[in-house]
């Protein structure tokens, strides 16, 4: 007897977090980002937590984001939890960070 899988469940794709290789059921596509079915918990964690946090300054060099009433943030993952960064430390970063940003839409702007 020959049981046949259908052919969604053999195609591997990447998780943009954690970079494994996962059968295509495994996984979860929102807009440009694929995360794994683990990576999309562990999301919903951080996401919970980055919710709560009272963010004002940029995560890594300290300076505001809020400038008369304007928001100048962007959202990276930075040592396994949401924070934020200012454009100048994110045009830093995100260069360092191939594997979560190969492949997106700012990907693509970067060249990466």
């Not at 998780?15 to 999301?43: F, I, L, Y």
């Not at 300054?57 to 943030?73: A, H, S």
């Not at 949401?82 to 995100?94: F, I």
Request: include cysteine.
């Amino acid at each position: 007897m020959v049981i046949e899988a259908p052919a969604l469940a053999l195609q591997k794709v990447r998780c943009q977090e954690c970079s494994k290789e996962k059968c295509a059921t495994e996984v979860t596509v929102m807009g440009d980002c694929t995360r794994c079915w683990d990576c999309w918990v562990v999301h919903r964690k951080r996401l919970t937590e980055f919710l709560a946090a009272d963010y004002v300054n940029c995560t890594t060099c300290g300076v505001k984001l809020f400038e008369q009433g304007n928001f100048r943030g962007y959202m990276s993952i930075i040592d396994g939890a949401y924070g934020l960064l200012c454009r100048s430390c994110r045009d830093t970063y995100a260069p360092k960070r191939k594997d979560l940003y190969k492949g997106t839409g700012y990907g693509a702007h970067l060249k990466l």
